[in-house]
């Protein structure tokens, strides 16, 4: 049986139970339960503290979880990415009061205030910077204010709260994060694992694009192919009127608007677009 951690709270939690129902998962998960039995699937769903899951499959207790980027390297457990599901992007970067720091290097000799103490540790030493580190559970963006720290490092989706906090970025970005998949980094890949990650890959493709059809004169149906070229080749077929085809294609979802315009423009007619819930490619 595969055991799987899956974050019970923060921004992870909802998106991945989503995913994994979406991948034919947890259909009779309740939100409060620790423990899920998948016996349809042969899988065994563990609910964890996010920042738990990459130690404990690095241990070898539980075969897959699925984390975010900076819990995985700040936990430096062994563990190793599988796959990232592109959901819960953010990035870990540096702040200071407005004007007091400009550079990296002035960061020696100052006190960081940060959560994740594992990522600004290793940061700073490759960086070549002599700073102490102060870790904190949460709400780092006070520490400036509350006189522990000179500045801090935290993940941030918009940075809207260090500014609220007189707070500016500084410099690139020290890390960017999203979900991942992440297994123990000496586990062999098993039919089991191979077939959990291909489920997941699929709704992530299936959300990615959608289906469009179309009819289309035969005179400009190689520049309609050429238009929605589809993953291997897209599908024509004949229609009653010999002179028109029936084409069907996967389009990137984000594209199929222009796409719709560039076939209309074509002379192609009856365009439909559907959305796809799963697929396997």
């Not at 819990?71 to 004007?99: H, N, Q």
């Not at 707070?167 to 191979?194: F, Q, Y």
């Not at 149906?221 to 993953?231: M, R």
């Amino acid at each position: 049986m595969l055991r799987v951690a899956v974050p019970n709270k923060g921004q992870l939690a909802e998106p991945a139970r989503q995913m994994l129902a979406e991948a034919g998962y947890l259909r009779n998960a309740g939100v409060r339960d620790l423990v899920v039995h998948d016996p349809e699937n042969d899988v065994e769903f563990f609910f964890l503290r996010p920042r738990d899951i990459a130690i404990y499959v690095g241990e070898g207790t539980l075969d897959l979880g699925v984390t975010g980027r900076d819990m995985l390297l700040d936990s430096r457990a062994a563990a190793t990415e599988v796959v990232a599901l592109g959901f819960a992007p953010s990035t870990f970067r540096l702040a200071a009061p407005i004007g007091k720091i400009s550079s990296v290097a002035d960061l020696n000799g100052l006190r960081i205030a940060t959560s994740y103490s594992g990522i600004l540790e290793d940061w700073l030493t490759k960086q070549g910077v002599s700073a102490r580190v102060v870790r904190l559970d949460g709400a780092v963006e006070n520490a400036v204010a509350l006189g522990v720290a000179d500045a801090v490092a935290d993940v941030v989706a918009t940075g809207t709260t260090l500014k609220r906090a007189g707070l500016e970025v500084i410099g690139d970005p020290i890390l960017m994060s999203e979900a991942l998949v992440v297994r123990p980094s000496d586990a062999i890949e098993t039919p089991a694992v191979e077939t959990f990650v291909r489920r997941l890959h699929g709704v992530m493709v299936a959300r990615s694009y959608v289906l469009v059809d179309y009819d289309i004169p035969n005179g400009v149906l190689d520049a309609a192919c050429a238009i929605t070229p589809g993953i291997e080749s897209p599908t024509v077929s004949s229609l009653h009127d010999t002179s028109w085809s029936a084409v069907r294609a996967m389009v990137p979802a984000l594209d199929v608007h222009h796409i719709m315009d560039e076939l209309y423009g074509l002379g192609a007619r009856g365009i439909l677009v559907t959305d796809i819930h799963a697929c396997r490619l």
